[in-house]
């Protein structure tokens, strides 16, 4: 990593750096030191310090999520993209987020996850089977995504050959939150929420006509059926939730666990530590995704007059949240550019903070546990036959490519 300092008086979210996907921490610590509430050429104002998005996090009433002001000249008022991006229970505020999430929490009870562990366990066993048989895998293609996908899919009752096909469509619905976009993209993003829509609306109707107990961790039933203050969800909120799930449902796990295991390969002493202490486990998972945010900035929206970091900011200004630049604050975070497997306190900000606290981050958490867990056990001699691919994104963090040999 380049440890000169780099010139961030100009930076701007729409036009970074060549080299800021390879390396944003250092840029993020310029950020933190010199400007950390960073106003950008749009009028924006990029948040980088530990405290600073805690105060935001916290204050819901102050800060909200709901993006109609900003996605409508986004994505245009009418378009299916702006459609999702303001029916998704991420991006709206109480009351309707409040009723929302807690229909939504019917996907997440503890019996539903605890439906989980054997399938999740037998989908690792199996993937591993087979690197051991070719003598090696992609990460990413053949275990970070297969299993978070395929763990989502059982969960809305989807066949898993479809899995591609949801991937597909996913990638294109989350672009469009990048902080730009090429015409081509809007257009990919918008065709990708119509067929989505599509497809899940004859799942839906199919699981009318054939509902289930929930017995293998199924939750389509519980959503179609969930209750708050006698209201379920509307037929229109419900397709958006389960695109919404398929889609955070795998991201943040594919990127954990392809993270995890590249920066786990490229420190030897840490595998060993693991090797030695397996209950270190829990800790890992949390250290990859405080080291390695999936998701690296969340937004909210000034609802009034607002000071933030010894910064006034007037109502309607919109902060940028920068996940990653507050998970590496050294204010916050003992020596937070090493990587330790044991870090305790660990109070990374990757599932957000307060009523938006990532709804899956209980889920996630135990795919990582039993990935990383099996992985390393499984094949101690585990090496990198090549480097990490990065995606060209900014707001997801995610590796494309990353070849191992077991």
Same mark, same amino acid.
């Given at each position: 990593? /380049?440890? /000169?300092?780099?010139?961030?008086?100009?930076?701007?979210?729409?036009?970074?750096?060549?080299?800021?996907?390879?390396?944003?921490?250092?840029?993020?610590?310029?950020?933190?030191?010199?400007?950390?509430?960073?106003?950008?050429?749009?009028?924006?104002?990029?948040?980088?310090?530990?405290?600073?998005?805690?105060?935001?996090?916290?204050?819901?009433?102050?800060?909200?999520?709901?993006?109609?002001?900003?996605?409508?000249?986004?994505?245009?008022?009418?378009?299916?993209l702006y459609e999702h991006h303001t029916t998704s229970v991420v991006f709206t505020d109480p009351p309707d987020h409040r009723r929302i999430r807690n229909l939504f929490q019917a996907a997440f009870t503890r019996k539903a996850l605890e439906a989980l562990r054997p399938r999740i366990a037998e989908l690792?066993?199996?993937?591993?089977?087979?690197?051991?048989?070719?003598?090696?895998?992609?990460?990413?293609?053949?275990?970070?995504?297969?299993?978070?996908?395929?763990?989502?899919?059982?969960?809305?009752?989807?066949?898993?050959?479809?899995?591609?096909?949801?991937?597909?469509?996913?990638?294109?619905?989350?672009?469009?939150?990048?902080?730009?976009?090429?015409?081509?993209?809007?257009?990919?993003?918008?065709?990708?929420?119509?067929?989505?829509?599509?497809?899940?609306?004859?799942?839906?109707?199919?699981?009318?006509?054939?509902? /289930?107990?929930?017995?293998?961790?199924?939750?389509?039933?519980?959503?179609?059926?969930?209750?708050?203050?006698?209201?379920?969800?509307?037929?229109?909120?419900?397709?958006?939730?389960?695109?919404?799930?398929?889609?955070?449902?795998?991201?943040?796990?594919?990127?954990?666990?392809?993270?995890?295991?590249?920066?786990?390969?490229?420190?030897?002493?840490?595998?060993?530590?693991?090797?030695?202490?397996?209950?270190?486990? /829990?800790?890992?998972?949390?250290?990859?995704?405080?080291?390695?945010?999936?998701?690296?900035?969340?937004?909210?929206?000034?609802?009034?007059?607002?000071?933030?970091?010894?910064?006034?900011?007037?109502?309607?200004?919109?902060?940028?949240?920068?996940?990653?630049?507050?998970?590496?604050?050294?204010?916050?975070?003992?020596?937070?550019?090493?990587?330790?497997?044991?870090?305790?306190?660990?109070?990374?900000?990757?599932?957000?903070?307060?009523?938006?606290?990532?709804?899956?981050?209980?889920?996630?958490?135990?795919?990582?546990?039993?990935?990383?867990?099996?992985?390393?056990?499984?094949?101690?001699?585990?090496?990198?036959?090549?480097?990490?691919?990065?995606?060209?994104?900014?707001?997801?963090?995610?590796?494309?490519?990353l070849p191992v040999a077991v």
């Amino acid at each position: 990593m /380049t440890t /000169t300092e780099p010139d961030i008086r100009d930076f701007d979210l729409q036009a970074v750096p060549g080299d800021f996907i390879a390396d944003p921490y250092r840029y993020f610590a310029a950020l933190r030191e010199h400007s950390p509430v960073h106003r950008l050429p749009d009028g924006s104002v990029m948040l980088t310090r530990y405290d600073d998005l805690c105060a935001v996090y916290r204050d819901p009433d102050g800060w909200r999520s709901g993006k109609k002001a900003d996605f409508a000249p986004k994505f245009g008022p009418g378009s299916p993209l702006y459609e999702h991006h303001t029916t998704s229970v991420v991006f709206t505020d109480p009351p309707d987020h409040r009723r929302i999430r807690n229909l939504f929490q019917a996907a997440f009870t503890r019996k539903a996850l605890e439906a989980l562990r054997p399938r999740i366990a037998e989908l690792v066993d199996g993937y591993l089977d087979a690197a051991e048989d070719r003598g090696g895998m992609d990460v990413v293609e053949d275990f970070s995504f297969t299993l978070p996908i395929a763990v989502i899919c059982q969960m809305l009752g989807l066949p898993p050959e479809d899995r591609v096909l949801i991937r597909d469509w996913a990638v294109a619905i989350l672009t469009a939150l990048e902080p730009k976009l090429t015409p081509e993209q809007l257009d990919t993003g918008n065709r990708a929420v119509t067929d989505f829509k599509a497809y899940l609306t004859d799942l839906i109707a199919h699981r009318k006509a054939h509902p /289930t107990d929930g017995a293998d961790g199924e939750v389509l039933t519980a959503l179609m059926e969930a209750e708050e203050d006698g209201r379920k969800l509307s037929e229109l909120e419900l397709l958006h939730q389960c695109i919404f799930m398929l889609n955070a449902g795998h991201e943040t796990s594919t990127n954990m666990i392809s993270h995890g295991v590249h920066e786990m390969l490229r420190r030897p002493d840490q595998v060993a530590r693991l090797h030695t202490d397996p209950g270190l486990i /829990t800790t890992m998972v949390e250290e990859v995704l405080r080291f390695q945010a999936p998701i690296q900035i969340n937004n909210r929206r000034a609802a009034r007059d607002a000071v933030v970091g010894g910064v006034d900011l007037p109502e309607g200004t919109v902060v940028h949240l920068m996940i990653g630049a507050a998970n590496h604050d050294p204010a916050q975070f003992a020596a937070p550019e090493q990587f330790d497997i044991g870090r305790q306190p660990n109070r990374h900000l990757s599932f957000g903070l307060g009523i938006h606290i990532c709804a899956g981050n209980t889920l996630g958490r135990i795919e990582g546990e039993i990935a990383f867990g099996k992985l390393f056990a499984r094949f101690p001699n585990l090496r990198l036959t090549g480097p990490a691919k990065l995606a060209n994104r900014i707001r997801f963090r995610e590796v494309t490519e990353l070849p191992v040999a077991v």
